[in-house]
């Protein structure tokens, strides 16, 4: 069982950063896929960006230029850095991480408004 703990959502104004952080428990963090995921109200959760073990990194259309996916594997976390935010960032962010089987966070509120 994998436990995640996400940090650091918020309100922000347009054009503003915010950084997530997602602490994971257990002692194989580094062997993990780690992802971040978003919900809008009435929408369907969306994949935001990943990261495999090697470092390598995906993201989605509109997170390209914009946000920032990275780990610290001794601190058995992963980032996600946001810049130049849109109110349609607006979203629950959730942590996943992925080793034979998927696990959730409870999710961070974002919210981008003036």
């Known amino acids: 069982q994998v436990q995640l703990v996400e940090s650091g959502g918020g309100l922000v104004q347009p054009g503003g950063s915010l950084r997530l952080s997602c602490a994971a428990s257990g002692s194989i963090f580094s062997r993990y896929v780690m992802g971040w995921h978003r919900q809008a109200p009435g929408k369907q959760r969306e994949l935001v960006a990943d990261i495999f073990s090697g470092g390598t990194t995906h993201y989605s259309d509109s997170a390209k230029g914009r946000f920032t996916i990275s780990r610290d594997n001794a601190k058995n976390t992963v980032y996600l850095q946001m810049n130049s935010l849109k109110p349609e960032d607006t979203a629950v962010y959730y942590c996943?991480?992925?080793?034979?089987?998927?696990?959730w966070g409870q999710g961070t509120q974002v919210t981008v408004s003036s």
């Open positions: 996943n991480a992925v080793y034979s089987a998927s696990y």
